[in-house]
């Protein structure tokens, strides 16, 4: 009888470690699904889909470096200001310089921002705000570097870096005349989108 109380009690302990066990498995599970999908939800929050006429570009923002600059990029974004613009001035081995919804380089959204200057160098691919001689006059123009250009250090504010497609800005149409890098007939920017307004699109078309 002895003998049979303690297999009984063997079995128990058994069942309910393996039950406890299957609970931890499906909660470690679970948790990781959810970190993991945090992840994914903060890098499309802030990657910006930039459709040129030969392709598209991906840009990754960078809110730790200059969050301001990255709020104000969002809103701007969704609003669909940048739809349209031009590439209005583009040179050579420079930059291609975009935002200005009159495409005459003396435009803008008319909110001005302040400087987030960074230790972050103009390499190649580097997307940083344009603005006029006072150092806060940041609004909507942006350039994307075309070759490294250090000299730009620490005057510009750096928001972002091209992380796909750079092939494709690199077609996009350049001056020819030298006066300033204006360009006559620029490429636009057909459309830019976050991705995770985009996903969330694709999500409910699929419905």
Known sequence: MGRFLDYRVFLNVVIIGTFLFSVFVIFREFRFKQLEA?????????????KLKDGIVVIEMLPDVAPNH?????????????????????IDGFVAQTGDPTGTGRGGSGKRLKAEF????????????????????????????????????????????????MEFVDEIKKSKTGSGGIVENP?????MALKRDVK????????
């Open 70 to 90: 990255v709020a104000r990029m969002k809103e701007l974004v969704r609003s669909g200001f940048y739809n349209g613009n031009k590439f209005f001035r583009v």
């Open 187 to 191: 490429d636009l920017v057909i459309s």
């Open 118 to 165: 960074s230790k972050i160098s103009h390499k190649r691919g580097i997307v940083s705000m344009a603005r006029a001689n006072d150092v806060d006059s940041a609004d909507s123009q942006f350039f994307i570097v075309l070759a490294d250009s250090e000299f730009l250090d620490g005057k510009y504010t750096v928001w972002g870096r091209v992380i796909s497609g």
């Open 38 to 50: 945090k992840s994914v939800e903060v890098d499309t929050e802030n990657i910006i889909y930039m």
């Open 200 to 207: 969330k699109a694709t999500q409910k078309n699929n419905i």
